[in-house]
């Protein structure tokens, strides 16, 4: 018997989002799932394309219907379908570094696909955005060797009322006064070379955990612990499908 990953409840949201969207065409809604768990298998596994098994269908044809996918914007919109109702009274922000296969390196400026070597190696950070409950709401790729602090502003958008925690690493006047600025509470340690120390809410700053939890279950996926795409929207894409089914969840 073929083993199903995703489970009939997800499929049911999953198959409303693609009836719904204008650039999926679903045709024969039972090959579409097979598609998902092909993408799937590969998300979890990290294996090169060509090792797809053949119960998918041929490898060119979903690694094709996946790329397709990348160049719309698909699996992105699927995370962003997918986040229903997130918990917004806290907001933790942070990063995690990936190390990235050799097979990931060649495709034009390395920089500009979110590759770089740090003191690990041959890496990319993924800087992450989840809510309350640990769930995930937005995704950056950077090379590995630039800092947490760099992509602050942007993870942080517009969000409006909430605790947003970070660790040292985010301590900056610049970006605790634009946090005042939309009404939020920062919860932020100062670093420890500090003048005067920052007095921060240091039972809510526990809370901060769970994106630590929220990285240990991304990293389950093995395209997502070690970076095997060669472009920054392919690993994207795989990201916001991992952070679909997170959800779905």
Same mark, same amino acid.
């Given at each position: 018997?073929?083993?199903?990953?995703?489970?009939?409840?997800?499929?049911?949201?999953?198959?409303?989002?693609?009836?719904?969207?204008?650039?999926?065409?679903?045709?024969?809604?039972?090959?579409?799932?097979?598609?998902?768990?092909?993408?799937?298998?590969?998300?979890?596994?990290?294996?090169?394309?060509?090792?797809?098994?053949?119960?998918?269908?041929?490898?060119?044809?979903?690694?094709?219907?996946?790329?397709?996918?990348?160049?719309?914007?698909?699996?992105?919109?699927?995370?962003?379908?997918?986040?229903?109702?997130?918990?917004?009274?806290?907001?933790?922000?942070?990063?995690?570094?990936?190390?990235?296969?050799?097979?990931?390196?060649?495709?034009?400026?390395?920089?500009?696909?979110?590759?770089?070597?740090?003191?690990?190696?041959?890496?990319?950070?993924?800087?992450?955005?989840?809510?309350?409950?640990?769930?995930?709401?937005?995704?950056?790729?950077?090379?590995?060797?630039?800092?947490?602090?760099?992509?602050?502003?942007?993870?942080?958008?517009?969000?409006?009322?909430?605790?947003?925690?970070?660790?040292?690493?985010?301590?900056?006047?610049?970006?605790?006064?634009?946090?005042? %600025?939309?009404?939020?509470?920062?919860?932020?340690?100062? @670093?420890?070379? +500090?003048? !005067?120390?920052?007095?921060? =809410? &240091?039972? $809510?700053?526990?809370?901060? %955990?769970?994106?630590?939890?929220?990285?240990?279950?991304? @990293?389950?996926? +093995?395209? !997502?612990?070690?970076?095997? =795409? &060669?472009? $920054?929207?392919?690993?994207?894409?795989?990201?916001?499908?991992?952070?679909?089914?997170?959800?779905?969840?």
């Amino acid at each position: 018997m073929q083993r199903e990953y995703i489970t009939n409840e997800a499929w049911i949201k999953m198959l409303r989002f693609f009836n719904e969207h204008s650039r999926v065409y679903v045709g024969n809604p039972e090959k579409l799932k097979l598609f998902i768990e092909a993408i799937y298998w590969m998300a979890r596994s990290g294996a090169p394309w060509r090792m797809l098994p053949e119960k998918y269908g041929k490898w060119n044809s979903v690694f094709w219907r996946f790329r397709d996918w990348v160049k719309k914007d698909i699996w992105k919109d699927l995370m962003n379908f997918c986040i229903e109702d997130p918990d917004l009274e806290h907001v933790m922000i942070d990063t995690t570094i990936v190390r990235t296969h050799a097979c990931s390196a060649g495709l034009g400026n390395q920089n500009k696909q979110g590759l770089g070597r740090s003191r690990g190696g041959f890496s990319s950070k993924i800087h992450a955005k989840v809510d309350a409950l640990g769930n995930p709401l937005k995704f950056i790729i950077t090379p590995g060797q630039e800092s947490d602090f760099c992509q602050a502003n942007h993870m942080l958008g517009n969000v409006v009322g909430a605790y947003v925690l970070c660790d040292r690493g985010y301590d900056s006047e610049s970006f605790r006064n634009k946090i005042k %600025s939309q009404e939020c509470i920062p919860v932020i340690p100062g @670093k420890r070379n +500090r003048t !005067v120390q920052i007095d921060y =809410d &240091k039972h $809510i700053y526990k809370e901060r %955990s769970l994106v630590e939890c929220f990285f240990s279950k991304m @990293k389950y996926y +093995r395209r !997502v612990f070690s970076r095997f =795409d &060669k472009s $920054i929207e392919s690993f994207v894409a795989f990201l916001s499908f991992v952070g679909a089914i997170l959800w779905l969840k």
